[in-house]
């Protein structure tokens, strides 16, 4: 078997023979070439650049040290190109041709050969993306940050090798980040607390309340109307007819107006006993056992709307409609005139024992869509319709405000009263903050 040795003579040699050829034909350019190509040993293969795919192989120089090969392209992603293949030996009987060097070291130096082109520029790094700016009451984050450029082309070895490929481009830009909140703050303020009332099966000896005198602003009779609030409800309040919310008007056939807490579960959900029970004397009363969407097991924040449309009863929980009554008997409301007690029943001493915010009184029925666009946002105060609006944030005293400012109202401050000075109620910063967001 021929050694390493006496095959490189034997291409040597041929490529000599093709040498004299071209020249006998007159083709003495390209025989240059070739003459360019023979005479030294073969160059090593180029090792992979680290990054960049490795260089292609150089060209190995003449006897002379002639023409440079050709360097590698440039590895791609902006990392260093191979390195190019060195030159031949100078006689092509040199030592053998060089290896492809796994680290990206070329072959084998030949003697006397020109060393090949310089290694191509170092393509680029991407940039790195912009950082996602934090909005600021809900503006959307800063310009993300643009991608890197690519790297500029590396110039070309000795010997004209091709110049290095250039860097790829950056990364994609960073996002920017969304606004905190959407651009909704929390108008969150005080409430008022009947902490001194009993709660569960507990006596309400207090009797703390807050008492509302409307005269001609209050919806009597069979006027439509909406009565809506926000309530904060312990696990233990929600036992109906020990525990009630509010009640305004007198005695006889849907003469009253007011709501209760339900007085059995959900039903299907024994353990569950968040239920209510809207009423009005009779004719339209329903102590429901429906779902409200909320479990009793936890306190809670609890928006509630009763609406009379002049035929249905109908108890938004949470800005959705859960309870629709009919009239059983009758078909209108014989709502009566009276002081508006809320925390309290006058007719039964029994009341509530936690936190009441935003409550809102209107001489309208409120739509579905109205409720549920506004219950968890404050309403303008001259709001059609608007009769009363207490926000209770107060920080200290007696007096409830009526925040109304339709032309021509007469507020309805209301006052904080109980047995004794002593148990009123009080303005307090709640134990969690009312779910409510300014527009």
Known sequence: MPDKLSIRIGLVGHCCTMQSSLRALGLVVLGSVVAASCGGGGGGSNGTGTGGGGGSSGVAGNDAGGNSGTTGSGGSGGSAAGAAGTGGSATGTGGGAGSGGV????????????????????GGRGGTGGTAGAGT?????????????????GNGGAGNGSAGAGGRGGSTAGAGGGG??????????????????????????????????????????????????????????????LNQVYYYGTSGTAA????????????????????????????????????????????????????????????????VPKITTSGTGVTMLATGSSVLSLGCNPTNNNCFNGLFDELRIWSVARTATQIHDGYNKPVATDSAGLVGYWKFDEAAGTTAADAVTTAGHTAHNGTLKAMAAAQNPTFVAPPTPLPLVCP
């Open 103 to 122: 680290t990206g070291t070329g072959g084998a130096t030949g003697g006397g050969g020109a060393t090949g082109g310089t290694t191509a520029g170092a």
């Open 137 to 153: 009451g809900g503006s959307a984050g800063s310009t993300a940050g643009a991608g890197g450029r690519g790297g500029g082309a």
């Open 180 to 241: 905190t909140g959407g651009g909704a703050t929390s108008c969150a303020g005080h409430a008022v607390s009947l902490s001194a009332n009993g709660t569960g099966q507990a006596a309400d000896t207090a009797y703390a309340h807050v008492e509302l005198t409307l005269a001609n602003d209050l919806p009597i009779g069979n006027a439509q109307r909406t009565i809506e609030f926000w309530a904060y409800i312990k696990t233990t309040d929600w036992v109906g007819e």
């Open 256 to 319: 009253s107006f007011g709501l209760d807490f339900g007085t059995n579960p959900v039903m299907g959900m024994n353990s569950n006993h968040a239920t209510l029970d809207p009423f009005t004397g009779g004719g339209f009363s329903d102590d429901s056992t429906n779902d409200l969407g909320i479990n009793s097991s936890s306190n809670q924040w609890v928006h509630v709307a009763m609406v009379w449309n002049g035929t249905n009863l109908i108890t938004y929980v949470n800005g």
